[in-house]
């Protein structure tokens, strides 16, 4: 089937068209099935928060990734045969970083656009970014990723049997690219630590209130709920990444000032650069006081995903911080995962119990529904505890009025 698709085609001739993709996963001796599947329910989410479709998904068993085309080539034979009788299908969503090689030759061989996950995840970031410095790190990422693949993407101008540097018009391209690329990252880091010194500046002028952020995987509710505390008006949307750029707001508990912070949330397989990147959004959590760890207790892998955050409020240097555990959505987990012919005792047994398990694990805890506003006194209580904690340990000889 003859497909009139060019590579470096503008982004607002594609965004004309509806996208329509294929997603394909390994699974390998580090992944079961089971979570290749799963991963690739996020995936789905991630494409359509993009605005792709997703049609069909491909998964095959291997030890590890093949070198030239990721998948085995009877795989890249089956994708491209489904492609054929396809016509609408124009993208093929990897759930796993590709090299550039790899990209050239899946493109090569399937006619199509080929996107890797962190590729995916980066153009989200990059739609989504409103300030100038979300925009900065979304781009710096963007450069950082680019620049090792750069090789693998011009090889369709290099000469097919080189010397010992297979030197040629690729090669001449490779270098041109590679230094604009180098200086647009200088000149980014630059930019962003000039922006960064003013974020900095402006968090030493609130420095002498509590400040309490709110983390968490991506979709949970943190925004939500940050409307309900604070009684402000942040974006939120069932849909992957909604907050990008910190939103903070002074919240008075019991004449108790604090400042609550909304941040980006957390994903698997989050591009490295991407963190690197954001490390200086991110400060807000490293220097609050108080993490309000949000969960989506009706996710089927809640668990992993608090694995995930923790993770990587370890890496940022925030693992050690106090925290309250707020299990939302849990409305929705009872309507999933209690049968309706339950009495009334059967229930609050089986929930006691797993509050008492999900204590066990994580600590300190509170049951809410941000939807429902179940619970949120309960919340606005613990808060305020842990709030008057930390004034007492900043602030032990000063008599506070509330």
């Not at 508990?253 to 959004?281: A, C, N, Y």
Request: proline share 2%.
């Amino acid at each position: 089937m003859a497909k009139d698709w060019t590579l470096g085609e503008k982004t607002a001739e594609l965004k004309k068209e509806q996208e329509y993709a294929i997603l394909v996963s390994l699974i390998t001796p580090e992944v079961t099935e089971t979570q290749a599947h799963e991963y690739l329910d996020e995936l789905e989410f991630l494409a359509s928060t993009a605005g792709a479709v997703s049609v069909k998904r491909f998964t095959q068993r291997a030890a590890h990734p093949e070198h030239r085309t990721f998948v085995g080539k009877g795989k890249v034979e089956e994708i491209q045969k489904f492609i054929e009788r396809h016509e609408e299908i124009n993208m093929v969503i990897f759930d796993d970083d590709l090299s550039g090689k790899q990209t050239n030759n899946l493109e090569e061989a399937l006619k199509v656009k080929i996107v890797d996950r962190s590729t995916l995840i980066l153009d989200i970031f990059a739609h989504r970014a409103q300030t100038a410095q979300a925009k900065t790190q979304v781009e710096l990422a963007q450069m950082k990723y680019l620049l090792p693949r750069l090789r693998g993407l011009w090889t369709h101008l290099e000469r097919q049997r080189g010397g010992i540097g297979m030197r040629g018009p690729g090669e001449t391209q490779i270098e041109t690219d590679r230094r604009l690329v180098q200086y647009r990252i200088k000149s980014l880091e630059e930019k962003l630590a000039e922006i960064d010194k003013q974020s900095q500046t402006q968090r030493k002028t609130r420095g002498e209130l509590i400040r309490v952020a709110l983390v968490g995987y991506t979709n949970v509710g943190k925004s939500t709920l940050m409307n309900l505390l604070s009684k402000s008006e942040v974006l939120a949307e069932n849909k992957l990444f909604a907050t990008l750029d910190t939103t903070v707001r002074k919240v008075v508990f019991e004449r108790m000032p604090f400042l609550l912070s909304d941040t980006v949330g957390f994903i698997r397989k989050l591009p490295h650069h991407l963190v690197e990147s954001f490390k200086s959004t991110l400060d807000e959590v490293r220097e609050c006081d108080i993490l309000l760890h949000v969960v989506d207790i009706a996710h089927p892998q809640f668990e992993d995903h608090v694995k995930t955050v923790q993770k990587t409020l370890q890496e940022i240097g925030a693992g050690e911080k106090p925290t309250l555990m707020v299990f939302n959505k849990f409305d929705l987990y009872r309507e999933r995962y209690f049968d309706d012919l339950l009495d009334r005792d059967t229930r609050l047994e089986l929930e006691i119990e797993l509050r008492q398990r999900l204590q066990t694990t994580y600590g300190e805890n509170v049951f809410i529904s941000a939807h429902t506003k179940e619970n949120l006194d309960e919340l606005r209580e613990r808060m305020t505890r842990l709030i008057k904690e930390s004034y007492v340990v900043r602030y032990p000889h000063q008599v506070k009025g509330w």
